[in-house]
């Protein structure tokens, strides 16, 4: 626990990440190896929140563009969300990691409501925490409810996990001449506009000076070399 870095941390993962090689959905050997991950940041003695995202099972920007309402679209989005962490709870427990899944959106049969001062105390007992439903409210992405939840609990750094290994000038898949930041200021990734996260969420970040770690998450031990303070990724600081 002495050589923990960062001894609270959100972790972001990516909706999209957990398809895996699959089109859709859940790929069940991806959300085990992340359960076998997380494990080993809470056996280390990180205080750990999870918030995920759910690219691999609707979008709420893509349903509103194709005509969707972007109300109605953003809160499938949401509950999306809500499946991706049970799905994430079941895998933890699976491993004997003690878990809470804390909903935005209301759903007391399958999740607590999120209250800030619970989500808190269940950190400090070593639970780890699934904050689902994004923020509860359309037109916000789950990058800027990881934002706003690290926030609020009071996190050292986010780590948004990925299946890139940083933060490139240009789509790497698509380009391979691509050139990857090590480190970046919030400021450069609005002026370059370069898609890590939503504006608001960089903005947010920005004005409490939280840092802001994007790494792969498929490379064994990643997550928790980053924890340590490791150069993984790519750093953007405030």
Known sequence: MSDLKYKRILLKLSGEALMGSDSYGINTSVLDFVAGEVKDLV???VELGIVVGAGNIFRGVAGASRGMDRTTADN??????????????????????????MSAIPM????????????????????????AAGTGNPYF???????LRALEIDADVIIKATKVDG?????????????????????DVLRKNLRVMDAAGIALAREDNLPIMV????????????A???KVGTVIHA
Request: hydrophobic content about 40%; glycine content about 8%.
């Open 76 to 101: 499938m989005g949401m509950l999306a969300t809500v499946i991706n962490s049970l799905a994430m709870q079941d895998a933890l427990e699976r491993k004997l990691v003690t878990t809470r899944v």
């Open 228 to 230: 340590m303070g490791g």
């Open 141 to 147: 992405t789950t990058d800027s409810a990881g934002v």
């Open 167 to 187: 933060v490139y000038d240009k789509d790497p898949v698509k380009f391979p001449d691509a050139v990857k930041y090590e480190e970046l200021t919030s400021s």
């Open 215 to 226: 790494l792969n998450m498929n490379v064994r031990g990643n997550i928790l070399k980053a």
């Open 43 to 45: 056996a280390f003695g």
């Open 108 to 131: 007391q049969t399958v999740s607590e409501p999120y209250i800030r001062r619970r989500a808190t105390r269940h950190l400090e007992k070593g639970r780890v925490v699934i904050f």
